[in-house]
T-cell receptor
Framework: SAVISQKPSRDICQRGTSLTIQCQVD?????MFWYRQQPGQSLTLIAT?????????ESGFVIDKFPISRPNLTFSTLTVSNMSPEDSSIYLC???????????FGPGTRLTVL | AQSVAQPEDQVNVAEGNPLTVKCTYS??????LFWYVQYPNRGLQFLLK??????LVKGSYGFEAEFNKSQTSFHLKKPSALVSDSALYFC????????????FGPGTRLSVLP
């Protein structure tokens, strides 16, 4: 398994601003992912964070809106750019560990955009 | 394409009674199946998985799930529910032929009544 932390745990932001969310893992992992959970909804995969290269985005998500960095095997950031109230969600980081089939999730970042 | 259905938005059960949370899936290849639980203001916690082998898998907190290939189902069960089991439960599927991408069901809210 893996222990995952996220910062911040929650934030309230003004529309038009940007927020960067950090994800830190206690061990090196092969894959890191970012999900969005809109209010009352299930999880939707935003992108796979690739170490040393551009993230792989799912349909409906673009790099200009959700730039992602992954400078090493234990850390990644997701930025939510030019925010609008529709971006109010919980953003979750997850990891896949070599040899395990499941993903392990961080505690999430609850974002409210006014 | 992969998909997951959880036909019940809400399941209510009395404490001490058995509980079932239903999940059906659709994949083109062989499925990897997972159950996660989300407590209020928390991230997702892994409960159990089916990869191969016995159709009945046991997981954390006394939960188990039965893989039924002919019915494409993976229902979550517990013989005796606790009030502390009240939470949001997500079923997820990964097609083993398509990498690490998970698809989550819409979630089922379980309420265990004292």
């Amino acid at each position: 398994s893996a222990v995952i932390s996220q910062k911040p745990s929650r934030d309230i932001c003004q529309r038009g601003t940007s927020l960067t969310i950090q994800c830190q893992v206690d061990s090196q992992v092969t894959m890191m992912f970012w999900y969005r959970q809109q209010p009352g909804q299930s999880l939707t995969l935003i992108a796979t964070a690739n170490q040393g290269s551009e993230a792989t985005y799912e349909s409906g998500f673009v790099i200009d809106k959700f730039p992602i960095s992954r400078p090493n095997l234990t850390f990644s950031t997701l930025t939510v750019s030019n925010m609008s109230p529709e971006d109010s969600s919980i953003y979750l980081c997850s990891v896949a560990v070599q040899g395990d089939n499941e993903q392990f999730f961080g505690p999430g970042t609850r974002l409210t955009v006014l | 394409a992969q998909s997951v259905a959880q036909p019940e938005d809400q399941v209510n059960v009395a404490e001490g009674n058995p509980l079932t949370v239903k999940c059906t899936y659709s994949v083109s290849g062989n499925p990897y199946l997972f159950w996660y639980v989300q407590y209020p203001n928390r991230g997702l916690q892994f409960l159990l998985k089916y990869i191969t082998g016995d159709n009945l898998v046991k997981g954390s907190y006394g939960f188990e799930a039965e893989f039924n290939k002919s019915q494409t189902s993976f229902h979550l069960k517990k013989p005796s529910a606790l009030v502390s089991d009240s939470a949001l439960y997500f079923c997820a599927v990964r097609d083993m032929n398509y990498g690490q991408n998970f698809v989550f069901g819409p979630g089922t809210r379980l309420s265990v009544l004292p």
